[in-house]
């Protein structure tokens, strides 16, 4: 059973950076997926970024609103999954989540919430205009 614990969040202005780790226990395969999720208030949880846990950057997709902003990467070897986060909006501000799942990443798309079986906690992201 893999077991995922985020951290790296906190409190920035509009324009900063942050990076956030999840570092993974248990079994990994390196043919799995992991991505990161966010949640707003009221909102649906969505899709931000996506690797295979190769670390494999041919698998990584973005969604639009972060492309060209956020920098998905894994470590297989270690089992980590980062995600840096540059230019910062007030729109960013969410509790992002690290998820995986034991097979690969979809070409071009995250995949929902459903597809991914396991979860971290969270760690709250808030950007400040």
């Known amino acids: 059973q893999m077991k995922l614990l985020e951290s790296g969040g906190g409190s920035v202005q509009a324009g900063g950076s942050l990076r956030l780790s999840c570092l993974a226990s248990?079994?990994?395969?390196?043919?799995?997926?992991m991505a990161w999720f966010r949640q707003r208030p009221g909102e649906e949880r969505e899709g931000v970024a996506s690797i295979d846990a190769s670390g494999t950057r041919g698998s990584i997709t973005y969604a639009d609103s972060v492309k060209g902003r956020f920098t998905v990467s894994a470590n297989y070897r270690n089992k980590t999954l980062l995600l840096q986060m540059n230019g910062l909006k007030p729109d960013d501000d969410a509790i992002y989540y690290c998820?995986?799942?034991?097979?690969?990443?979809?070409?071009?798309?995250?995949?929902?919430?459903?597809?991914?079986?396991?979860w971290g906690q969270g760690t709250q992201v808030t950007v400040s205009s």
């Open positions: 248990g079994v990994v395969y390196s043919t799995g997926c």
């Open positions: 998820a995986a799942r034991d097979y690969g990443c979809g070409s071009g798309s995250i995949g929902p919430r459903s597809e991914f079986r396991y």
